[in-house]
């Protein structure tokens, strides 16, 4: 018998960018957009990051893993390090002209699953390994291997640099892996959940999430927020360069957000972070100078729409404050982000819902 169909379920009206639908129940993360908070299983974000080493607030995420404690989880990170590092000699034979994100994808791609390790941990402690191996390898120097001894903030650094780091550095990184790790059905976390709902592997799941995040809009922005730093150059310059850019109707990066109407606390506790390293990067101040400029400007342009600071732009003045590539900013945030998708498509997988939406046809009819 057919069903009948449900008529509050046959609207023709599509919901622009999905705006405002709730598709999903979740008890990973919560993202209050009147009042900027962003909750991660039942903690405030400024209660984790900065506070526990990113092993801790995976650990505290992934409850349904059962790992029983921060050691138990660093070794089986520190595991998978090594595993993936047995992948490494496939990016350098890959093609020169792949980005370090399309290196990581591919590292990824190959990574082997089978053995002990949840898939979600062999997931997410590979991509550190890829992301510095692949920067490595760009600038003609040898991937170095993993320490097994190290926490995931400081190898990583150690990967990248060839010496380690600092314990400002490394808490630093440690304060953005945390403060990035979920936050609510974002853009490629529903990529993932979606790519889950069909019970595609974990890995397909994470590789289309990173798809998702490259986008400008999304995960790419803080590359173009240092650059704009860069071009304004001089705070006497900012409002200027600002009010121009936005006479051009381009968006200013680093700034306005889907959900939140105000500040994004994640803004917050990156600045805080820049306080914590004593950073004497000039960009720094320049920054502060322009995220003031941006935000009077964008009052005065878009008065209809409160726009303010959001995550990116203090991801890129703390990221470069501690060395990091800019060409690394997108890699990082989806080697924080990926215990977040994993963890969504996990919890997508029990309700086994496949998630297919509808369309409204608007193309010709048939003769
Ligand atoms: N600069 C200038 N104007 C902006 C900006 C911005 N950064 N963001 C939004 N607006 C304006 C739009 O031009 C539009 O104005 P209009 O009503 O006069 O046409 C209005 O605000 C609403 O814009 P929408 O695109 O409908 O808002 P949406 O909620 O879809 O946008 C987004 C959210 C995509 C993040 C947007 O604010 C943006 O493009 N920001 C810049 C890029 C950025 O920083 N991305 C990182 C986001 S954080 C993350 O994903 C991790």
Redo the contacts with the bound molecule.
């Keep these: 018998m057919t069903e009948a169909p449900n008529p509050a379920k046959m609207s023709q009206d599509p919901i622009a ?1 999905l ?1 405002g639908v709730v598709a999903a129940t979740t008890c990973l993360s919560n993202v209050d957009g009147q009042n900027g908070v962003l909750v991660i299983r039942g903690k405030k974000i400024e209660d984790l990051a900065g506070l526990v080493p990113f092993e801790e607030a995976v650990r505290h995420l992934w409850q349904d893993l059962g790992f029983n404690s921060l050691s138990a989880i660093k070794n089986s990170f520190a595991e998978a390090r090594q595993v993936a590092f047995g992948v490494v000699s496939l990016l350098e034979s890959s093609p020169a002209e792949l980005s370090i994100y399309e290196h990581m994808q591919l590292g990824l791609a190959a990574l082997p699953l089978k053995g002990d390790l949840p898939e979600a941990i062999a997931i997410c402690g590979a991509l550190p390994v890829f992301l510095a191996a692949s920067h490595r390898i760009s600038n003609g120097l040898q991937p170095i291997a993993p320490d097994p001894s190290l926490d995931t903030a400081t190898d990583l650094l150690r990967m990248l640099n060839g010496t380690l780091p600092g314990a400002s550095e490394a808490d630093a990184l440690n304060r953005y892996l945390v403060t990035i790790l979920d ?1 609510g059905l ?2 490629s976390t529903f990529t993932a959940r979606v790519i889950g709902s069909t019970q595609a592997d974990l890995k397909q799941a994470v590789l289309g999430a990173m798809g998702a995040l490259s986008g ?4 790419g ?1 803080p590359g173009p927020v240092l650059d704009m730093i860069d071009a304004i150059g001089r705070p006497e310059n900012a409002d200027d360069w600002i009010t121009e850019a ?1 006479a051009r ?10 959900i939140y109407r105000t500040r ?1 606390p994640r803004a917050d506790v990156l600045k805080a972070g820049l306080k914590l390293i004593g950073s004497s990067n000039p960009k720094v101040q320049l920054a502060e100078e322009i995220e003031t400029a941006a935000l009077a400007a ?1 009052r005065r342009v ?1 008065p ?2 409160p ?1 303010d600071t ?3 732009f203090y991801t890129a003045v703390l990221l470069d404050a501690i060395g990091i590539d800019r060409s690394l900013f997108t890699p990082l ?1 989806a080697t924080g982000r990926a215990a977040g998708w994993c963890a969504h498509v996990l919890e997508q997988q029990k309700t086994g819902k496949l998630i297919r939406p509808s369309s409204h046809y608007v193309g010709p009819k048939p003769e």
């Design positions: 960018g705006e936050h974002n853009a400008p809009l999304h995960g922005a936005l109707k381009e968006r200013l990066m680093g700034f306005g957000h889907r994004d964008l878009k209809h729409r726009l959001n995550v990116e945030f």
